[in-house]
């Protein structure tokens, strides 16, 4: 049974390849920049950050370790965090929904989520919750959203790509109204909100990571140990059901749980599209559908796709930075019209 | 996988250890959107059964699998497995007991077809799905048994409809259910898969599980299923051995279609009449029918016939009868007599040598006396030589019989020596049709343009 080793094989290859070129991509992210640093600066102020001594402080501009420690590394790893959150949820959406073009943003999920992280950002009494106010306003909005879209798009447990598609629009453009609405009313700082909704990572911090990271990993964990019944989910629910998969419960479960991974996710860095449509797409051609392996490789081709993104955002026009979410939609606006073009066999 | 293995079929499934629980539906009534789709059935499939469901389209064949499959929850009653409700087991379980086919699945994503059947394997997992050995080989096995192994690594997205079918087929397999539900499991597979399906389900019955198929075509339900349930708007029509139930009656009765039930091979084999007349016609001129009449008896099946394509040839008529006067309107070859006269020697054999080309003698329900009583004789002579003979049995001989009971016994000898008996025209007719479709089949064998 050569074929299936060779998937196997494949799946592990994929793995390796992914593994490296993030550590590449790391180094390169940690590197370039707006401030000036070389690498061999960049390389001291890390030994100097993290024992303190065996370098030369005066090998590299004194303020450089801050800014690596407070600026660049917390805004590396937050773009890891949400590119894992961001093409999982869609790998999974994608399963539930037995669609290939379910994804957060184009599922208005994301707008979900946004519009929940704004409540949180400016209905005072949230101030209470502190920072955890934000991605758990933002999940209760995602949920929201997802369960809208579901309940629009399907009928008989059959989503069909239109309808699901016009629900996303429907939906997202729904809360996006609700979302201006806020933001005019309560007279709130439009500009900080408007980059905020285009996506970025200009404001992370290790707080929001710290908060960020268990959330998206526990949702994954648990997308992960419904791999297998995704996998027959796609066969359809009554099918799922005939051998032997809880198919409600998986159902709301994963959804339940993309909304999260997706609200972690937007809840700090706003709306990146088109994350989750692209992502587990390639990972499929490369390696199958079944979601025990597309699920990780999905994970890690995500964070290196968003880290990369983000690289690009901020030194594409350096000193000025543009949002990272106008890379992913550059790339993905027309990756979603060559899908839309070419629906079959995914 | 273990590669190089030395046989491919080298391990048979082991019988299940444990006999098959006995699935039961009690007083089942499904009702949706006000209309009933089931209404009050009981079923009770013993553990090793080979049922059949039949019945006509909306008659809730489909409905009654999925309520026994617990896919549907009955509107009231109940179905149970092993004396316990289906509800008070949790899916899993229900799945590790009762396999289903339905009849139809969609998969839009590119698993391949490998991976496609050992999704049947889910409910006897670990949590995360690993294989065990003895999964692999289940799968190996469903993959044999419906002869996709040559499909294993393809995608199943790129798969004729057949071809799904049976990957369809092979994962509930995989899934080795003590019971098996199959829900029209024939559609979209050519002849040959076709019986391939049925064979391994009969093997599979063989080894003690249990099959409930709902199938489309009588005769292959017939050949295979041990029982057959025939369903009719929701409600159990008739319950039985394939002998039993297979009737033209009762087929009458369930289908509103006439059919004849010939014997093959033990097996009653069902022809409807509606479908098969036409190309009865066909093979019309293949088969040479004499009909034997006098005083006007035959003349409904005589116009009958002749509509259909055939060109009976007749005797002994009377010239006077209006037998005689539609033959010779027909242009059909007659023997025929001067009224009111015992036939002479001449006449019965000319009358015999006629008999003697046909393939099939029909005996129309005349009058009988002395002086064709020698018209049953014939008939006897020509049965013996091989040729079918169908016998008009209404109105009853006593009626028409002025010898004595002579005739009686005559006809009773006729049927004894296994002259069809035909209530009526029509049904007579429509025996002429099955063997002039039998001809038509047997001669056109082979041909593509048949």
């Not at chain 2, 590119?110 to 049947?120: I, N, P, Q, S």
């Not at chain 2, 369930?254 to 016609?281: C, D, E, K, L």
Request: glycine letters at 10%; proline letters at 6%; a negative charge.
């Amino acid at each position: 049974m050569n074929p299936r080793r060779a998937r196997r094989r494949r799946y592990r290859l994929l793995m390796a390849v992914l593994a490296a070129a993030l550590l590449g991509a790391l180094l390169l992210a940690a590197v370039v920049g707006a401030a000036g640093l070389t690498p061999a600066q960049v390389g001291r102020a890390t030994l100097g950050l993290l024992s303190p001594g065996s370098v030369d402080p005066d090998s590299y501009p004194s303020w450089a370790p801050r800014l690596l420690r407070d600026l660049r590394l917390p805004r590396i790893v937050m773009a890891l965090v949400a590119g894992i959150a961001l093409a999982t949820a869609g790998a999974t959406f994608q399963g539930v929904f037995r669609n290939p073009l379910a994804e957060p943003y184009l599922l208005g999920v994301s707008a979900g989520a946004a519009v929940g992280a704004t409540v949180a950002i400016i209905w005072r009494p949230f101030g209470a919750l502190g920072i955890f106010g934000l991605p758990a306003l933002a999940f209760l909005g995602a949920v929201l959203a997802a369960t809208l879209v579901y309940r629009l798009a399907t009928f008989a447990g059959e989503t069909s790509s239109s309808s699901l598609l016009l629900s996303g629009v429907a939906v997202g453009s729904t809360f996006t109204a609700v979302l201006s609405l806020l933001m005019v009313a309560t007279q709130y700082d439009l500009r900080t909100v408007i980059i905020w909704l285009m996506g970025g990572l200009t404001t992370a911090s290790w707080t929001k990571v710290a908060v960020a990271s268990p959330l998206v990993a526990a949702g994954f964990i648990i997308m992960l140990a419904y791999a297998p019944r995704l996998n027959l989910m796609l066969m359809g629910e009554s099918r799922a059901e005939e051998l032997g998969v809880d198919a409600h419960s998986t159902r709301r479960t994963l959804m339940i749980v993309a909304s999260l991974t997706t609200a972690s996710a937007v809840a700090f860095t706003g709306l990146i599209g088109f994350v989750g449509l692209m992502v587990p797409h390639m990972v499929r051609l490369l390696i199958g559908p079944d979601h025990r392996y597309l699920l990780p490789a999905s994970a890690l081709f995500g964070a290196l796709f968003l880290l990369l993104a983000d690289t690009l955002a901020r030194t594409i026009l350096s000193p000025a930075e543009i949002p990272v979410g106008i890379i992913t939609a550059f790339v993905g606006g027309p990756f979603f019209l060559y899908l839309l073009r070419k629906r079959r066999g995914v | 996988m273990p590669t190089g293995r030395p046989t491919r079929l080298a391990a048979r499934p082991p019988a299940p250890q444990t006999a098959p629980p006995t699935l039961e539906a009690r007083a089942l009534s499904v009702i949706r959107a006000e209309r009933t789709l089931l209404d009050a059935v009981d079923v009770t499939v013993e553990p090793g059964a080979f049922l059949g469901i039949l019945g006509p389209n909306g008659s809730g064949k489909t409905t009654l699998l999925r309520c026994l499959a617990g896919a549907l929850e009955p509107s009231t009653g109940d179905v149970s497995i092993a004396g316990r409700p289906l509800s008070a087991h949790d899916r899993a379980a229900i799945a590790r007991t009762i396999g289903v086919v339905p009849q139809t699945f969609t998969l839009d994503f590119k698993f391949t077809v490998e991976e496609v059947v050992a999704l049947g394997r889910f409910p006897h997992r670990g949590s995360w799905g690993r294989m065990d050995a003895e999964g692999d080989e289940a799968v190996e096995r469903a993959l044999a048994d419906l002869s996709i192994e040559d499909l294993a690594h393809r995608p199943v997205t790129e798969l004729s409809g057949g071809e799904r079918q049976r990957v369809l087929i092979a994962q509930t397999l995989a899934q080795e259910t003590p019971i098996l539900l199959l829900d029209e499991p024939l559609n979209n597979l050519d002849l040959n898969h076709q019986l391939e399906v049925m064979q391994v389900l009969s093997r599979l019955n063989a080894e003690g599980r249990t099959v409930v198929v709902v199938v489309h075509d009588i005769n292959m339900a017939a050949q295979y299923c041990d029982d057959l349930l025939l369903l009719s708007s929701g409600r159990v029509a008739a319950q039985g051995s394939p002998d039993a139930l297979l009737t033209p009656e009762v087929l009458l009765d369930v289908f509103s279609t006439r059919v004849t039930v010939h014997r093959q091979g033990g097996r009653p084999y069902v022809t409807p009449v509606t479908v098969s007349r036409r190309r009865a016609a066909a093979g019309a001129a293949g088969l040479q029918v004499h009909l034997i009449t006098g005083g006007g008896a035959g003349v409904d099946i005589l116009q009958e016939l002749v509509h259909l394509g055939f060109s009976p040839s007749l005797g002994v008529v009377s010239v006077f009868d209006s037998d005689y006067e539609a033959a010779r309107s027909l242009g059909l070859t007659v023997v025929s007599a001067p009224p009111f006269q015992p036939l002479s020697p001449e006449t019965v054999r000319e009358h015999e040598e006629l008999v003697s080309e046909a393939d099939c003698v029909v005996l129309a329900p005349q009058v009988y006396g002395d002086g064709n009583l020698a018209d049953l004789e014939v008939a006897e002579r020509a049965l013996a030589a091989g040729a079918d003979v169908i016998v008009l049995t209404e109105p009853p001989i006593e009626t028409r019989d002025l010898t004595g009971g002579r005739a009686a016994v005559l006809q009773q000898a006729l049927l004894d020596g296994g002259a069809v008996p035909a209530p009526d025209a029509s049904s007579a007719v429509t025996t002429v049709c099955g063997l002039a479709l039998h001809r038509a089949e047997a001669t056109t064998d082979g041909d593509p343009c048949g």
